[in-house]
């Protein structure tokens, strides 16, 4: 008999929102570009250096606005790749009070053919 077949477990993802316990928006105003330009060196397959590398951010922590609602996503597996990298981050939320949420980002929605919703 063949074994039932596992779910493929997706990496958790926390959400830093640029709000504070209170209610109270998160200032400077761009502190999710400069958290998330911080974390820019932790990527999967480590730094590429060269003529064809250029400045983006690591997949593993991407500032967003969602909702209106500026924050940071941060994958999981950043505590893998570099788990005092992932340290800094959840401390910078917990020292500014920030809110934190599990969540997982969901692809947008792509427009059907034809103009259909």
């Not at 200032?27 to 974390?39: F, K, Q, V, Y």
């Not at 690591?58 to 924050?71: A, D, F, T």
Request: with cysteine; hydrophobic share 40%; aromatic share 8%.
């Amino acid at each position: 008999m063949s074994q039932p077949l596992k779910p493929i477990e997706k990496p958790r993802e926390v959400f830093i929102q640029g709000v504070t316990a209170d209610g109270r928006t998160f200032r400077p105003s761009d502190w999710a570009e400069r958290l998330a330009g911080a974390m820019s060196c932790f990527r999967p397959g480590g730094v590429r250096g060269g003529i064809g590398d250029y400045i983006g951010y690591s997949p593993l922590c991407v500032p967003r606005v969602i909702n209106g609602v500026k924050c940071v996503i941060v994958n999981e597996e950043l505590k893998k790749l570099e788990p005092m990298a992932w340290d800094f981050v959840m401390n910078f939320a917990r020292d500014n009070n920030l809110q934190v949420a599990e969540a997982c980002l969901l692809p947008e929605a792509r427009p059907k053919p034809g103009g259909a919703a």
